[in-house]
């Protein structure tokens, strides 16, 4: 099925496929009329809501045009460590989804941005003006995952490419995605206008003023965090799972690494890049903040996702 853009006014909404439940088992980020599904529906409730509102008061700093994908934006100025750059910007709450992931492969494949091979997408010269990665996997549909940490097929890939378009298996819509590459990431990014953070932006909104060993806190246990014995069955959970810190993000620590920009050895010699943040198969020591490890960009995995600032 494909979809259309819908425009009200300054707020336009371009996406290529809609995402659908066949049951409201969990709360969606995205359901805003509680249909059990997120789609244009939704969007168009969420623009309704912005221009009644900010016809109102549209001096508020909230009037801005919606965000398409449903990302929730935190704001943070947070000095760094001393010696390296901090962050000053929006930083994505959560780690990107895979029905966010999903909208972008369907919107991408529409303008030509990707191609497909059996439910891997390849980057492909399109019409989107931002940067692309020509004949790079960005995202392995058939990730099988892994069965460790008392999980079966913990982290595989949940969006295959069925009937012309890309879709989210039921259930999965609000997991981070894994499997998908630096280069998928970072198409990602380019698509919409945002970017990938750099290894200390990462950790400047990760340690809360220098305050925190791990993102969520001084601490980590399996309460708190997603990692290894945390004992998921999947895995990934749905974002948010495990609370928010410090500046009210959440899953800066397990869950999934997370992909930065920063390259991991000086002058980019091999192209490998920073990953932080610890997965849910990893132990509480490569959860810390202050670690940093290298991942190759064309790897994709059952343990590394990304989030996206602007």
């Known amino acids: 099925m494909k979809t259309y853009?819908?425009?009200i006014m300054a707020a336009v909404f371009s996406l290529s496929g809609s995402v659908s439940f066949a049951s409201c088992q969990f709360e969606l980020l995205g359901d805003l009329n509680d249909d059990c599904q997120v789609d244009f529906a939704d969007l168009a409730l969420m623009a309704s809501n912005w221009l009644i509102n900010c016809n109102q008061t549209p001096d508020d700093p909230a009037c801005i045009s919606p965000d398409t994908?449903?990302?929730v934006w935190v704001s943070v100025d947070d000095p760094g460590l001393q010696g390296h750059e901090g962050f000053?910007?929006?930083?994505s709450k959560y780690e990107t989804t895979n029905?966010?992931?999903?909208?972008?492969?369907n919107a991408a494949l529409d303008s030509g941005d990707i191609s497909v091979s059996g439910n891997d997408a390849i980057g492909k010269s399109g019409s989107n003006t931002g940067q692309d990665f020509v004949g790079n996997?960005?995202?392995?549909g058939d990730g099988p995952g892994q069965n460790i940490a008392g999980a079966i097929d913990g982290g595989a890939a949940r969006i295959k490419f069925e009937d012309d378009q890309f879709t989210v298996e039921t259930g999965f819509e609000d997991h981070p995605v894994t499997y998908v590459n630096w280069y998928g990431a970072t198409a990602f990014c380019e698509y919409y206008d945002y970017h990938l953070p750099t290894q200390w932006q990462w950790q400047a909104v990760a340690d809360f003023d220098g305050n925190y060993r791990y993102g969520c806190g001084d601490d980590i246990d399996t309460d708190i965090a997603n990692y290894y014995d945390s004992n998921h069955p999947d895995g990934t959970?749905?974002?948010?799972?495990f609370g928010e810190y410090g500046y009210g993000l959440c899953d800066m620590t397990g869950s999934l690494f997370e992909w930065t920009s920063s390259c991991f050895n000086p002058n980019c010699d091999g192209d490998y890049r920073v990953i932080k943040g610890g997965g849910w198969s990893h132990g509480s020591n490569l959860c810390e903040v202050a670690s940093s490890y290298e991942a190759a960009p064309y790897s994709t995995d059952f343990y590394?996702?990304?989030?996206v600032c602007k």
């Not at 000053?88 to 930083?91: K, P, R, T």
């Not at 029905?99 to 972008?104: R, S």
């Not at 590394?304 to 989030?307: A, T």
Request: charged share 5%.
């Open 5 to 7: 853009p819908i425009l």
């Open 69 to 71: 994908l449903g990302i």
């Open 88 to 91: 000053n910007g929006q930083i």
């Open 99 to 105: 029905a966010q992931y999903c909208l972008f492969l």
């Open 137 to 140: 996997t960005y995202y392995d």
């Open 237 to 241: 959970a749905a974002v948010g799972s």
């Open 304 to 307: 590394i996702g990304f989030r």
